[in-house]
T-cell receptor, first 110, second 116 residues
């Protein structure tokens, strides 16, 4: 079963706007990771946040984690057309296998 | 460094036929995963190998799916016989040991299987 559920399922924004995607999960985790998948391609790792961290930044990406609410958010600032992709959260419970959510499909209009 | 290689990229078969997928992980990565990704969904773990041993195959439909990782490097995933609901993208991923790198997984481009 899917551990994480992303919200929204689909998001369409204009270039330059910010995009926020949310992820909820069910069990305790060691870390939570976000991946991007371009159409017809494999997944690419974006960022990892550990269970004892609350916020992490990487370039235009900002991830937050609230373990009390079992939720995470991914913010992409100043979006570009090239950011168009599906974004997945994935939880690592310590077993070294990831459990993925259902994904958010982001469309950035030029 | 070279990424995770998978072949074939696309495969179309009829139901009840057999099919096999191949994966070559990043050199030195001890852990290898096979995921199934149905259209519109996130990847679902099928099997996890540590070197040539199986760590987790609890979600592998063992009546029709099999996987092996001989010599702890390349891996093959086989479906026999295929069903319509097996239509999906099959993703292979690898990961270094904890002491040798981070916790991220590196994915191959996937094999898109269509069962008619």
């Amino acid at each position: 079963s899917q551990q994480g559920e992303e919200d929204p399922q689909a998001l369409s924004i204009q270039e330059g706007e910010n995009a926020t995607m949310n992820c909820s999960y069910k069990t305790s985790i060691n870390n939570l990771q976000w991946y991007r998948q371009n159409s017809g391609r494999g997944l690419v790792h974006l960022i990892l946040i550990r269970s004892n961290e609350r916020e992490k930044h990487s370039g235009r990406l900002r991830v937050t984690l609230d373990t009390s609410k079992k939720s995470s958010s991914l913010l992409i600032t100043a979006s570009r057309a090239a950011d168009t992709a599906s974004y997945f959260c994935a939880t690592d419970t310590g077993r070294r296998a990831l459990t993925f959510g259902s994904g958010t499909r982001l469309q950035v209009q030029p | 460094e070279a990424g995770v290689a998978q072949s074939p990229r696309y495969k179309i078969i009829e139901k009840r036929q057999s099919v096999a997928f191949w994966c070559n992980p990043i050199s030195g990565h001890a852990t290898l995963y096979w995921y199934q990704q149905i259209l519109g969904q996130g990847p679902k773990l099928l099997i996890q190998f540590q070197n040539n041993g199986v760590v987790d195959d609890s979600q592998l439909p063992k009546d029709r799916f099999s996987a092996e990782r001989l010599k702890g490097v390349d891996s093959t995933l086989k479906i026999q016989p295929a069903k319509l609901e097996d239509s999906a993208v099959y993703l292979c991923a690898s990961r270094p040991d904890p002491g040798q790198g981070g916790n991220e997984q590196f994915f191959g481009p996937g094999t898109r299987l269509t069962v008619l």
